[in-house]
Structure formats: structure tokens, C-alpha cells
T-cell receptor, first 114, second 111 residues
Framework: SQTIHQWPATLVQPVGSPLSLECTVE??????LYWYRQAAGRGLQLLFY??????ISSEVPQNLSASRPQDRQFILSSKKLLLSDSGFYLC?????????????FGQGTRLTVV | AQTVTQSQPEMSVQEAETVTLSCTYD???????LFWYKQPPSRQMILVIR??????QNATENRFSVNFQKAAKSFSLKISDSQLGDAAMYFC????????FGAGTILRVKS
């Protein structure tokens, strides 16, 4: 069966420090991968979307970047965190090319920038 | 770009009553998929129901049903016989390629 791993679960980082959040998917190949951010009590904002290795679409101009070094690995990064980067980050995947299937989500990372 | 709008930030319903959550979307495509997700306080994302745009019949899953109006680009969720465990944030989502979410509606269930 397919599983998705996202870590860490919580993170407290000082302003100006770097960030690296990692997400991996098991049990499938060629997934579509997503990074979302959710501010407190707010909706899910799509940050990055990837349909394959090295193919990443940035949805919102921001202080963050994403990379997909392997088929089932998706990394969210920042060189210098801002206070506004605080939030709940969710990684998700959908089967490539199968539009009907819903997205499967990781457990999320709660990031607090202090 | 596709957008999804949920105009109700919060809704309340009495236990055992029925509530409807609204969702509209904007797209120029004719073939796409729509979803409702539930996010309880644990923040886990749980699929509630899905609808294929090419199907005229509204999807149902036990106490959950949708009213899909393709021409109006409307996709509302009806929860019947509301239970305390239904209290959560509900997200409407659109997918053709990438998956885009609305801002969410917080549903409170009163006992």
C-alpha cells in the first residue's frame, strides 16, 4: 500500500535561519507531489506542484523553494526564514495521470518562526 | 487559473439536523473533479466525497451528499443527521491536474 512520510512534525526556527522539510512517498511511482501551507484557522494555499523529477510549478511568489531530487521525494526549503513563514505545512500526493483519485496527505509540519 | 470559493467562514448546526456548506469554482474546463475534505482538530485531511464533472448524478456517501450544478459552477455539501464528530473544518477542492482548495468552512455542531 502507498504511504506518505513527512517530517519533522514540529519545528521552531529563528528568523533568518534556513529551512528544510522533507516528504517521501512509498508504494507508487511517478506521483504528482504538492506542498501546501495553512495559516492558523485558514485555508490550504498551494505553494508548489510537481509532476516529475525537476518539474516544479511555483504557485505563489514567496521566500520558499522546492526541489524534487528523486521520483518520490519532495523537499521544501528556505535560505532565510521570515516570521510570515510560520504555519502548518502539508505535503500531499496524487497518482500521476489519474484525475479521479483524491490526494493523500502527510501528517503535516507545524513551523513556528521566532 | 482555477479558483475555489467558500463564502461561509463558519456554520453552526444542531445535532441531528441538516446543514449545507457552499462552494463555487471558476474554470474554463469541462472535465474535472471536485472533492470535499474534512479537517478535524488533529489536522488530518479526510476525504468526505468526490464528484466527477462528467457525471450528472450527485454523489452520496451515507449522510453526506452533494448538489452539483455544473452550469452554475456550484458544488455544495449537505450533511444530514449531524453528529458531534462532524465538527471540523471542511474544504472544497477542484482538480484538473493540480489540486486547488477553497478557504474552508468551520462547522460547529451543538448538542
Amino acid at each position: 500500500s502507498q504511504t506518505i512520510h513527512q517530517w519533522p512534525a514540529t519545528l521552531v526556527q529563528p528568523v533568518g535561519s534556513p529551512l528544510s522539510l522533507e516528504c517521501t512517498v512509498e508504494g507508487t511511482s511517478n506521483p504528482n507531489l504538492y506542498w501546501y501551507r495553512q495559516a492558523a484557522g485558514r485555508g490550504l494555499q498551494l505553494l508548489f506542484y510537481s509532476v516529475g523529477i525537476g518539474q516544479i510549478s511555483s504557485e505563489v511568489p514567496q521566500n520558499l523553494s522546492a526541489s524534487r531530487p528523486q521520483d518520490r521525494q519532495f523537499i521544501l526549503s528556505s535560505k532565510k526564514l521570515l516570521l510570515s513563514d510560520s504555519g502548518f505545512y502539508l505535503c500531499a500526493w496524487t497518482p500521476g495521470g489519474k484525475q479521479r483519485t483524491e490526494a493523500f496527505f502527510g501528517q503535516g509540519t507545524r513551523l513556528t518562526v521566532v | 487559473a482555477q479558483t475555489v470559493t467558500q463564502s461561509q467562514p463558519e456554520m453552526s448546526v444542531q445535532e441531528a439536523e441538516t446543514v449545507t456548506l457552499s462552494c463555487t469554482y471558476d474554470t474554463s474546463e469541462s472535465d474535472y473533479y471536485l472533492f470535499w475534505y474534512k479537517q478535524p482538530p488533529s489536522r488530518q485531511m479526510i476525504l468526505v466525497i468526490r464528484q466527477e464533472a462528467y457525471k450528472q448524478q450527485n454523489a452520496t456517501e451515507n449522510r453526506f451528499s452533494v448538489n452539483f450544478q455544473k452550469a452554475a459552477k456550484s458544488f455544495s455539501l449537505k450533511i444530514s443527521d449531524s453528529q458531534l464528530g462532524d465538527a471540523a473544518m471542511y474544504f472544497c477542492a477542484y482538480r484538473r491536474g493540480k489540486l486547488v482548495f477553497g478557504a474552508g468552512t468551520i462547522l460547529r455542531v451543538k448538542s
